[in-house]
């Protein structure tokens, strides 16, 4: 191995980050409609949100790439009014990861909100704060502790992600190729210091990352 190349890492990261901020935004919103609404189909739309947490990341990127794709109802429409393509783009590779990372924000946001003393928002309401108010100042702040654990597993999911962005995104060096993809490469031409370099970078960097949810999720005395 005559040198680290660490573009695909930092472009991990970078779509690690985009994918879990767009997660955080989708996760917060969805949770709030299964746990703080009576919003008719809001189990089923749960149960589909959470596809991608047991879906084979092929079938995610097939299903990507077949509305995506040239050809496909989105990928066309995009194609046609804005001359741009998500499909062999890093940009893909973000919306892949975003949606395997998605249940994981969901899951910890609905049951963070269902878990507030719904008491203490009364108490505020009484006190003339509007329902945003509310929100913002009582319901997040308390919710946030389970909000972050869950964003921080969305994160390392998305980090790790290699099936459904490689369909989407495919394997372009210094384009569209993460630190997963990567090390799949370099094992396969044989540069096996290269894929235990890169794949020793990106569990230490997961178990980090895992120790922190793992002290945001543990009772405090």
């Known amino acids: 191995m005559s040198g680290l190349d660490l573009a695909p890492l930092w472009l991990s990261v970078r779509?690690?980050?985009?994918?879990?901020?767009l997660a955080l935004g989708a996760g917060l919103l969805l949770g709030w409609v299964v746990a703080r609404t009576r919003l008719p189909g809001r189990t089923v739309l749960e149960a589909l949100c959470?596809?991608?947490?047991?879906?084979?990341?092929?079938?995610?990127?097939?299903?990507?790439?077949?509305?995506?794709?040239?050809?496909?109802?989105?990928?066309?429409?995009?194609?046609?009014?804005?001359?741009?393509?998500?499909?062999f783009h890093w940009h893909g590779a973000v919306l892949a990861s975003a949606l395997v990372a998605l249940p994981l924000v969901l899951k910890a946001a609905s049951t963070a909100l269902a878990g507030v003393d719904a008491q203490l928002e009364a108490a505020a309401r009484t006190l003339g704060?509007?329902?945003?108010?509310?929100?913002?100042?009582?319901?997040?702040?308390?919710?946030?502790?389970?909000i972050l654990a869950g964003t921080l597993l969305a994160f390392a999911?998305?980090?790790?992600?290699?099936?459904a962005s490689l369909l989407i995104a495919g394997s372009i060096p210094g384009r569209t190729q993460t630190a997963s993809m990567a090390i799949y490469d370099a094992v396969q031409s044989?540069?096996?210091?290269?894929?235990?370099?890169?794949?020793?970078?990106?569990?230490?960097?997961?178990?980090?990352i895992l120790l922190g949810a793992n002290r945001l999720l543990s009772p405090r005395a």
């Open 190 to 208: 044989g540069q096996d210091e290269l894929a235990l370099a890169l794949s020793l970078i990106v569990s230490a960097l997961s178990v980090a």
């Open 157 to 163: 999911r998305a980090l790790g992600e290699f099936g």
């Open 50 to 87: 959470m596809l991608p947490l047991v879906l084979p990341p092929t079938v995610l990127g097939y299903a990507l790439l077949v509305l995506m794709g040239r050809d496909g109802p989105l990928g066309a429409w995009l194609r046609l009014h804005f001359d741009y393509s998500l499909v």
């Open 15 to 21: 779509v690690a980050t985009v994918a879990t901020l």
């Open 129 to 146: 704060q509007s329902a945003w108010a509310v929100f913002v100042r009582v319901t997040l702040p308390l919710a946030w502790p389970g």
